[in-house]
T-cell receptor, first 113, second 110 residues
């Protein structure tokens, strides 16, 4: 079965370190998205991609970067982790077209100490 | 991006219908209305979506006002497993990104 997987599920890192969160989907979806969710809040869009070599900034992109070298993967990099980036991160993918919904991964809980 | 407004929280008794409202007064003609829900400690999951006509699927029904400025997600018989945060989202034709609001937290009482 097709799926979208995020790794790791949990990570603790130190302030100032570079961190990369992985997102891998086998749906062959063109569109991929990264969101963060802070305790008691909704999801905020960080970056998104509509295809290979395409990346776009979302609502809260400062301090984050992504690259899309193939259809399956959209890794999210925190260039220099800050305590304000402690959050749960969700990756999602979708087919192009308004009739298609998102499929979300299970999330990565990141703690920056 | 057009905004949506939802009540922060609602309660329902188990096995009773639930009507979750969403206002989107600035919706444009090509905006789709999507509903997602997020169960505790999980990622959001798709519930239903529509453009102009009412929609039904195995999970829920979506009733869209004639002027499209509001919509209602209907769960026909709430169960304890339906306790979640429900998000109403608009998407504009040609873009596939969703901007989430804070959603409605549904509590189902046994």
């Amino acid at each position: 079965d097709a799926e979208i997987t995020q790794s790791p599920r949990h990570k603790i890192t130190e302030t100032g370190r570079q961190v990369t969160l992985a997102c891998h989907q086998t749906w062959n979806h063109n569109n991929m998205f990264w969101y963060r969710q802070d305790l008691g809040h909704g999801l905020r869009l960080i970056h998104y991609s509509y295809g290979v070599h395409d990346t776009n900034k979302g609502e809260v992109s400062d301090g984050y970067s992504v690259s899309r070298s193939n259809t399956e993967d959209l890794p999210l990099t925190l260039e220099s982790a800050a305590s304000s980036q402690t959050s749960v991160y969700f990756c999602a993918s979708s087919e192009s077209g308004q009739g298609y919904g998102y499929t979300f991964g299970s999330g990565t809980r990141l703690t920056v100490v | 991006d057009a905004k949506t407004t939802q009540p922060n929280s609602m309660e329902s008794n188990e096995e009773e219908p639930v009507h979750l409202p969403c206002n989107h007064s600035t919706i444009s003609g090509t905006d789709y209305i999507h509903w997602y829900r997020q169960l505790p400690s999980q990622g959001p999951e798709y519930v239903i979506h529509g453009l102009t006509s009412n929609v039904n699927n195995r999970m829920a029904s979506l009733a869209i006002a004639e002027d499209r400025k509001s919509s209602t997600l209907i769960l026909h018989r709430a169960t304890l497993r339906d306790a979640a945060v429900y998000y109403c989202i608009l998407s504009t034709s040609g873009t596939y990104k969703y901007i989430f609001g804070t959603g409605t937290r549904l509590k189902v009482l046994a």
